[in-house]
């Protein structure tokens, strides 16, 4: 499957924002459930049933301050279901529109959850195959999952994919941070809601948060120094995103992975992605396409828009799941 950027859409920005917001979201049967975690919070999840009882399962993560409901995430979902698997969305805590129970959010770096996931949906089908789906944040999650738990995975998971992954925390929070009318837009947009949650948080916990510094923060690194970094156990910022990128963990990925990203991504350039890593391990399937903005890569004409990625990881990884496309 090869892509090429409608001329329609002339531009990173223009895609990134029609993928955003130039869509209904895709309508599936959705199951939700609430499943209680072992620290007594909580996560809940959407589940889509396959074609057969022992249809192979396909999880797939958001990206920042998405949910398991995004358009992007239900298109996958539809896509692997199309395919012949049953699908689940992952909500991060706080994400599912119910605020968390504990004095802690989500982050780039946090796989805590999408193990316990992983491992319960293995024993509720032993034998089941899993393929696991991230965009953005959720992409940076999965891929550093992998990476960091190598062969100690069960078996039921057979394959990874990622979309628009932010590999490189720290250099990509620099160009959501950097000067120009772009950035400003898309930073506001994602302070904007943080800023809304962790303030939330911080009258559901008097003195866990600085509420000045989270009000008077105006970049993501310094949201990430008075809020993400202290919630979650790092020195600051910094220390957040060196722990926390999934880039240095891409040699020890020991399933196959398929990694795709566009060149003009405005958030994850094709510069901060780590490719010689990538290109060196052979079970990594590494797509670099010239234009497709961040999680949108659209195609087809304006009356008919698609988005391509959705179909393109449902078609790599159902194969490797055990199932074939159909035509």
Known sequence: MTYQAPRWLPGPHAMTVFGALVRRAPRLALTTERWELPDGDFV??????????????????????????AHYVLGTLREARRLGCAGLALHFRSCSGAPNRLPRLYHSGETGDLDWTVRRLAAERPGRPLGL?????????????????????????????????????????AEIDRAGFWAARYRERFLRRLKRKALWKARQFPGLLDEQRVRAARTLRAFDDAVTAPLHGFRDAADYYARSS????????????????????????????PVEALRRNPLITFELWPA??????????????????????????????????RT
């Open 292 to 325: 497709g903005g961040h999680v949108a890569f659209v195609s087809g004409p304006p009356w008919r828009a698609e988005r391509w990625a959705e179909r393109r990881v449902a078609a790599w990884i159902a194969p490797r799941l055990g199932r074939e496309e």
């Open 246 to 273: 999934a880039g240095p963990r891409v040699a020890d990925v020991r399933r196959p992975l398929f990694v795709l990203n566009a060149d003009d991504d405005p958030m994850v350039p094709g510069r901060t992605l």
């Open 133 to 173: 789906v991230g965009f953005s944040l959720g992409g940076n999650v999965v891929a550093k999952y992998l990476g960091e738990r190598g062969d100690d995975l069960p078996s039921e998971v057979r394959a990874g994919a990622v979309v628009s992954a932010p590999l490189d925390l720290a250099a990509c929070q």
């Open 44 to 69: 809940d999840v959407e589940r889509v049933a396959g074609p057969r009882p022992d249809a192979p399962l396909v999880v797939v993560c958001h990206g920042l301050e998405g949910s398991g409901r």
